[in-house]
């Protein structure tokens, strides 16, 4: 693995860079698409490749439930079983122990939870959540660390930042992998301190990427926007920064602001599934009664597959219909979106325009 | 538009053509695809090229109801509004009148019947038949028929062959473009005699080709084989032959055998969404558990996408997981195998050894 800064912004923390993985180069800022159960809804990894993806997601807890990571591991791991070429960030399970299972209960070993899929028990902690993600085989995997829910009080969050910490001392020792690079998990609530006194502690361990986990949880765009900021600054500048599960493209842009290098979110797909798509100028719900005579594109600036053969109208038909084809079409569409969103983004670092940049996109889409 | 038989099988019925539309050229005996909804389910138009798809049937009925015929021709025409440039077939509406609305009141003038939709009460005779497929632009028609339930007496089915032939002459008077081709189609449920009699009178009226209707409707092979090879020799041997809504692998064989040139199912489609693959050596059920770490792919002779990229047992996860990856994949791979397998029926005619090729598919498929 090789990461390098290659331009920073003048006037914000904003910065570009370039990731090299086992499986390829990409560009940072990245934005990384969700394939949780090993596929990103809707889309083949072909489409995957059009779409100009380079790297996406997994979800470790879903593919250790289903369809078992030894099982993957024994077909050849993820790449191959699900025919992706491109480079893979598995998550650590962590966050889906808490908000998908149910009975979950956390002691200091880890955290015992019921499958969301038949009830059955399962114990996860460090070493599992590190035995597992080798097993998948992903490029880039993250240590398994307490996600305190929100909101939560100061000693919830100052116990999860005390596990977090003492798991991901475990998952270094239990890191042995020259093909895989581990990312450390700042932790910390809403709490500034918290953040920080977790940052401090995960750095000093001397991962080789650090993610800030527990964001994009309920908290209102300021609180959020005001936490990375805070915490950015206790990073290591040479490393990659991930911040997790976000976002719309307006917390991505105070991502960057605060010298983020790599963001995941379920939006362009989730939302391309329920018919609402993106656009530069804002968001467009398909099924709106509007568009039932529309030959207009999508996006008439947008040349994916999906604006250059369809029209709103035979879109919206899709949609009514519930016809398969409307799920695939929507998400290449809101993909593309995000993809050209971030070369957009990473283009106008390199020309130091970036500032310029958000402060037209973000009055030109109201957010 | 053209059709000529280009070889004529010389143990059997059996003949190779050529069909030219103002959408290209297809050679027959040829499969077409169902497109109910102006879309062949999880498949863009681009999946169909790859699949070698020269032209697709989509139902009058649906297209009629959902989004309406009118805002099709208002966008240009369902070539134009689903962005697919091969050849179109459209049916005219009378078999799913009778198999999905409700409520439906048969008058000599037409069928009266509430929509499957929402109940809304609608009409289609021969002259509504023939306007809604004008204003969706197939360049393939059917006339407007009745097609009779199965089982039905002979009194019923006579009055239905009665009613066939009389709005098959008002079909024909209201046909005027150069563009589309009209088809008539011969009723007569499984009695010989009103099948000839129906054939006959359909025939002297001198439609451009000739479907075989009312089959596929619930009767045995041997039943509906016999109909078939009965009612070909009426047919005039220089126009296209089709029967409706056919079939299995082994009915195309019979069909194909009996002199039949053009074919549509939802078998392939439905199918593949339903787990149920095609493959040379027989069905496979994906979601068999023996199938959870094979790694070969369904069919080892098929250059279909799916096989040369995904494992038995990423399409059995996908499946399992209810993935929307699935449902393409499938029917990639069924779409993949029949339009094979209807490639191989006529390279066989043409080297004039379809009876073998009969004969050893039969034995290798187990049918």
């Known amino acids: 693995m090789e990461f390098k800064v290659t331009h920073r912004c003048s006037t914000s923390g904003a910065r570009r860079g370039q990731f090299t993985t086992p499986h390829g180069r990409f560009e940072t800022p990245v934005f990384m698409p969700v394939g949780t159960q090993g596929t990103v809804k809707a889309l083949s990894p072909n489409d995957l490749e059009q779409a100009l993806v380079s790297v996406l997601l997994a979800n470790t807890y ?3 439930l289903r369809p078992g990571h030894g099982l993957i591991e024994r077909l050849g ?5 699900m025919s992706w070429n491109g480079s893979i960030l598995t998550d650590s399970g962590g966050y889906q122990v808490y908000s998908l299972s149910k009975l979950r209960k956390i002691s200091e070993q880890g955290v015992t939870f019921q499958s969301h899929l038949d009830g059955s028990t399962h114990f996860i902690g460090p070493r599992e959540a590190m035995e597992i993600q080798r097993a998948l085989g992903a490029d880039l995997i993250m240590a398994f660390d307490e996600c305190a829910p929100y909101p939560a009080n100061y000693d919830y969050v100052r116990n999860s930042v005390r596990l977090t910490s003492q798991w991901a001392r475990i998952c270094l020792e239990c890191h042995h992998s020259d093909s895989q690079t581990l990312f450390g998990i700042v932790q910390g609530g809403m709490f500034s301190e918290l953040r920080e006194k977790s940052a401090r502690e995960i750095v000093s361990m001397g991962f080789e990427g650090y993610a800030l986990g527990g964001l994009s949880v309920g908290e209102d765009r300021a609180t959020r926007q005001q ?15 991930y911040l997790m599960g976000v976002g719309k493209p307006e917390d991505i842009l105070d991502g960057v602001t605060a010298g983020i290098d790599m963001f995941d979110c379920v939006l362009p797909t989730r939302n391309a599934r329920n018919g609402a798509l993106f656009t530069t100028h804002g968001p467009l719900a398909i099924k709106n009664a509007c568009y039932a005579e529309d030959d207009r594109p999508v996006d008439e600036h947008c040349s994916c597959y999906t604006c250059t053969h369809f029209s709103r109208a035979y879109l919206r038909h ?9 799920y695939r079409l929507n998400t290449i569409h809101n993909l593309h979106y995000y993809i050209g969103f971030m070369t957009d983004i990473r283009q106008s670092i390199r020309e130091d325009r970036f500032v310029e940049f958000r402060q037209a996109f973000l009055e030109q889409s109201g957010s």
């Open 77 to 81: 791991g993820l790449h191959h079983f």
């Open 62 to 64: 879903h593919l250790y």
């Open 227 to 241: 936490i990375v900021h805070e915490t950015v600054p206790f990073l290591p500048a040479a490393k990659p920064r």
């Open 318 to 326: 899709l949609f009514m219909a519930k016809e398969l084809l409307a």
